[in-house]
């Protein structure tokens, strides 16, 4: 049942983004009164003081009588407003555990169950594809979270006559919304893997791989990656734990067997159920069969059948900026996967394609490259660094990978849009201008039958307003090649 905050009391919203402002809409609307704080003026805070919220500008100290805080994602727990409200006992949440908090009861009297996705890569495409299983079984599924819609949305949505608009969320939740979680029971959730991202953030990699771990704690079925170390050694001690294998599977697994998915975690016969031939999967490579497994575990969880599954999972078409191609030039394949912020992620997408020119650098976020190069360097036919970290890409090339010819664009290290200086001649540039000349130096390196691959390794903001930006800004210069 709903444990919601009661109506009328004082909840300060933190940080006005996407997730924080629908925050304060469901705050306004189940009667509590809304403190709002910001660095700045967003441009949604009109329609919220409107609506009723107060606005109090930035502040570093929590204002008295709050009874709780609402942060958004992109504040770290060492803000001192954060700070402050737990050292004066008020309790700090994200918009993820007040959604929880939140949830409307259903015909059933039962809030619709969440099935949970979290992991250091493939969140957004094993989430979705989970969202294409439960909506091929019968569901009204919607993904939700990290993944874009906020939760508190999805959760208190309903149709005109008055009946929840959704019997499932397929929920994607990162590092940071965990941090801020503490009841969150999703009816099954997974751990797709972990390896060292937000360091800079969670202070640790211990802390942000205890952060993933929240989301098992209090869930009846936990799914991971048997391949992936630290995510199989969260589940293995759970009274339900399932993984999945790119392997045959054993008892307790979803794997592969002859080219095809197989179920013998949520079986009953000994030898499985076949959920769908590999080759129908319209998403390449050997991290999407592996996130195609997981969302399978997780409809299965859901009651879905194995027909409905592998239904579900053909039909699904992924997202973009996640290893899409974008064209053929004189040979060579141009491939966007933005997406790839982080070392993992970049290995996975790199392991995909036999010789690539690679498009890397940008905000590393404290992680080390050097065990990535060392793995890919076989692989290389060629690099392109950008971005304020690219040197620190550079020193490992240089260990691991030093006959690989590589070219380095200046392109900026203070913000999206503009900086970088260019040609010595000290103009400052656009982030599009930055991507073409990035463009133009791969397409220079590489030679039919190669891939050029942007998988950054890194984050994005020091060059471009998000990887999305990004992105679109490689298939622009890509398509001006042709």
Same mark, same amino acid.
């Given at each position: 049942?709903?444990?919601?905050?009661?109506?009328?009391?004082?909840?300060?919203?933190?940080?006005?983004?996407?997730?924080?402002?629908?925050?304060?809409?469901?705050?306004?609307?189940?009667?509590?009164?809304?403190?709002?704080?910001?660095?700045?003026?967003?441009?949604?805070?009109?329609?919220?003081?409107?609506?009723?919220?107060?606005?109090?500008?930035?502040?570093?100290?929590?204002?008295?009588?709050?009874?709780?805080?609402?942060?958004?994602?992109?504040?770290?727990?060492?803000?001192?407003?954060?700070?402050?409200?737990?050292?004066?006992?008020?309790?700090?949440?994200?918009?993820?555990?007040?959604?929880?908090?939140?949830?409307?009861?259903?015909?059933?009297?039962?809030?619709?169950?969440?099935?949970?996705?979290?992991?250091?890569?493939?969140?957004?495409?094993?989430?979705?594809?989970?969202?294409?299983?439960?909506?091929?079984?019968?569901?009204?599924?919607?993904?939700?979270?990290?993944?874009?819609?906020?939760?508190?949305?999805?959760?208190?949505?309903?149709?005109?006559?008055?009946?929840?608009?959704?019997?499932?969320?397929?929920?994607?939740?990162?590092?940071?919304?965990?941090?801020?979680?503490?009841?969150?029971?999703?009816?099954?959730?997974?751990?797709?893997?972990?390896?060292?991202?937000?360091?800079?953030?969670?202070? *640790?990699?211990?802390?942000?791989?205890? %952060?993933? @771990?929240?989301? =098992? &704690?209090?869930? /009846?079925?936990? +799914?991971?990656? !048997? $391949?992936?170390?630290?995510?199989?050694?969260?589940?293995?001690?759970?009274?339900?734990?399932?993984?999945?294998?790119?392997?045959?599977?054993?008892?307790?697994?979803?794997?592969?067997?002859?080219?095809?998915?197989?179920?013998?975690?949520?079986?009953?016969?000994?030898?499985?159920?076949?959920?769908?031939?590999?080759?129908?999967?319209?998403?390449?490579?050997?991290?999407?069969?592996?996130?195609?497994?997981?969302?399978?575990?997780?409809?299965?969880?859901?009651?879905?059948?194995?027909?409905?599954?592998?239904?579900?999972?053909?039909?699904?078409?992924?997202?973009?900026?996640?290893?899409?191609?974008?064209?053929?030039?004189?040979?060579?394949?141009?491939?966007?996967? *933005?997406?790839?912020?982080?070392?993992? %992620?970049? @290995?996975?997408? =790199? &392991?995909?394609? /036999?010789?690539? +020119?690679?498009? !890397? $650098?940008?905000?590393?976020?404290?992680?080390?490259?050097?065990?990535?190069?060392?793995?890919?360097?076989?692989?290389?036919?060629?690099?392109?660094?950008?971005?304020?970290?690219?040197?620190?890409?550079?020193?490992?090339?240089?260990?691991?990978?030093?006959?690989?010819?590589?070219?380095?664009?200046?392109?900026?290290?203070?913000?999206?849009?503009?900086?970088?200086?260019?040609?010595?001649?000290?103009?400052?540039?656009?982030?599009?201008?930055?991507?073409?000349?990035?463009?133009?130096?791969?397409?220079?390196?590489?030679?039919?039958?190669?891939?050029?691959?942007?998988?950054?390794?890194?984050?994005?903001?020091?060059?471009?307003?998000?990887?999305?930006?990004?992105?679109?800004?490689?298939?622009?210069?890509?398509?001006?090649?042709?």
């Amino acid at each position: 049942m709903s444990t919601g905050p009661r109506p009328g009391r004082r909840v300060l919203v933190a940080g006005l983004g996407v997730s924080g402002a629908a925050a304060a809409r469901a705050l306004l609307a189940a009667g509590d009164e809304v403190l709002l704080t910001d660095a700045a003026e967003p441009a949604v805070l009109g329609e919220l003081v409107g609506a009723g919220a107060t606005w109090l500008g930035p502040v570093v100290t929590p204002p008295p009588g709050l009874d709780l805080v609402v942060t958004s994602p992109g504040w770290r727990p060492d803000h001192p407003l954060l700070v402050g409200a737990a050292r004066t006992g008020v309790e700090v949440v994200g918009e993820p555990e007040l959604a929880w908090r939140m949830r409307l009861p259903g015909p059933d009297g039962e809030p619709a169950p969440w099935y949970a996705v979290t992991g250091t890569n493939g969140k957004t495409t094993t989430v979705t594809m989970l969202e294409a299983v439960l909506l091929a079984g019968g569901r009204r599924a919607v993904a939700a979270g990290n993944v874009g819609r906020p939760l508190v949305e999805v959760v208190t949505a309903r149709e005109p006559d008055g009946s929840p608009s959704f019997d499932a969320v397929a929920v994607e939740l990162s590092s940071f919304q965990l941090h801020w979680s503490s009841t969150i029971a999703p009816a099954a959730a997974a751990v797709l893997n972990v390896a060292d991202d937000h360091v800079d953030w969670h202070g *640790s990699p211990e802390a942000y791989r205890d %952060a993933k @771990a929240r989301v =098992l &704690a209090l869930t /009846p079925v936990a +799914v991971a990656d !048997a $391949g992936d170390p630290v995510a199989s050694g969260l589940v293995r001690a759970h009274p339900h734990p399932v993984t999945v294998t790119l392997r045959e599977p054993a008892p307790g697994q979803l794997g592969v067997r002859a080219g095809a998915l197989v179920d013998r975690a949520f079986s009953e016969g000994p030898a499985g159920e076949l959920l769908l031939e590999a080759g129908a999967l319209q998403v390449a490579g050997p991290h999407n069969l592996t996130n195609a497994l997981v969302a399978a575990a997780l409809g299965r969880a859901a009651g879905v059948s194995p027909a409905d599954v592998g239904r579900g999972l053909a039909g699904f078409r992924g997202g973009a900026h996640r290893n899409v191609l974008v064209a053929t030039v004189d040979g060579v394949d141009f491939v966007d996967d *933005s997406k790839a912020t982080n070392p993992h %992620a970049a @290995a996975a997408s =790199l &392991a995909g394609y /036999p010789r690539v +020119v690679w498009i !890397a $650098g940008g905000l590393l976020k404290g992680a080390d490259v050097d065990q990535l190069v060392a793995q890919v360097a076989p692989r290389l036919a060629g690099v392109v660094l950008l971005g304020r970290d690219r040197e620190q890409l550079a020193r490992s090339l240089a260990r691991h990978a030093p006959s690989v010819p590589r070219t380095v664009v200046p392109s900026g290290d203070h913000g999206a849009v503009v900086t970088g200086v260019t040609g010595g001649t000290g103009e400052r540039v656009s982030a599009e201008d930055v991507m073409r000349q990035v463009v133009s130096a791969a397409a220079r390196l590489a030679r039919p039958g190669d891939t050029v691959l942007l998988a950054p390794a890194a984050a994005s903001m020091d060059v471009f307003t998000d990887y999305g930006h990004r992105g679109r800004a490689f298939a622009d210069a890509v398509r001006a090649l042709g």
